[in-house]
């Protein structure tokens, strides 16, 4: 069964620093990898998805993420954060092909500092 | 275009009772997916749906179960409630299985006491 591993429950950044959200999955096939973001009280938006192809995946917001098959990670980053970033931020890894029943990590809570 | 639109957004019951959350999807959307994130366990998949059939399944009792009309609005039960059913239920949308990108509502919470 497939795993995602989410190792920072809390991060604290300063606004204009730079960001980067470790995760590490665990899937016996291609996976198909994915990182939301949820705001307090809201659902959740998709930041960006690997499928396959180029291992550098470029999404919304400024966030770009990249896929690392032989250390089985798909670290999400952001050269500079604003303090809207601040939020919950989830790994996900798809079961069979694309995003059938999505597996989650436990999700890293980023605050901002002024 | 109006978003996933799930009813209602809170709601106390009381254990032993049951539930029905509701979900419209985005229009043209067919797939919908139902999601449980909790505290303890965080986000589960719990079914999905797609032209009025259930393609997926999670990993959850049978007390939980789901439907899907014809005008690709679902709605999730949960029977004889339990304290551990509080939770933020989310609803998900795509045009098709697998199409690319989950579009989630809001979510309905549900306090169990």
């Known amino acids: 069964a497939q795993s995602v591993t989410q190792p920072d429950i809390h991060i604290t950044v300063s606004e204009g620093a730079s960001l980067e959200l470790r995760c590490n999955y665990s899937?016996?096939?291609?996976?198909?990898l994915f990182w939301y973001v949820q705001s307090p009280g809201q659902g959740l938006q998709l930041l960006l998805k690997?499928?396959?192809?180029?291992?550098l995946v470029q999404g919304i917001k400024g966030f770009e993420a990249e896929f690392k098959r032989s250390q089985s990670s798909f670290n999400l980053r952001k050269p500079s954060v604003h303090w809207s970033d601040a939020a919950e931020y989830f790994c996900?890894?798809?079961?069979?092909?694309?995003?059938?029943?999505?597996?989650f990590g436990t999700g890293t809570r980023l605050t901002i500092i002024p | 275009k109006a978003g996933v639109t799930q009813t209602p957004r809170y709601l106390i019951k009381t254990r032993g009772q049951q539930v029905t959350l509701s979900c419209s999807p985005i229009s043209g959307h067919r797939s919908v997916s139902w999601y449980q994130q909790t505290p303890g366990q965080g986000l589960q998949f719990l079914f999905e749906?797609?032209?009025?059939?259930?393609?997926n399944k999670g990993n959850f009792p049978g007390r939980f179960s789901g439907r899907q009309f014809s005008n690709s609005r679902s709605e999730m039960n949960v029977s004889t409630l339990e304290l551990g059913d509080s939770a933020l239920y989310l609803c998900a949308s795509q045009e098709l299985p697998n199409a690319g990108e989950l579009f989630f509502g809001e979510g309905s919470r549900l306090t169990v006491l």
């Open positions: 690997y499928f396959s192809g180029d291992t």
């Open positions: 996900a890894v798809g079961a069979g092909f694309g995003n059938e029943k999505l597996t």
């Open positions: 899937y016996g096939a291609t996976p198909y």
């Open positions: 749906y797609f032209s009025e059939t259930q393609r």
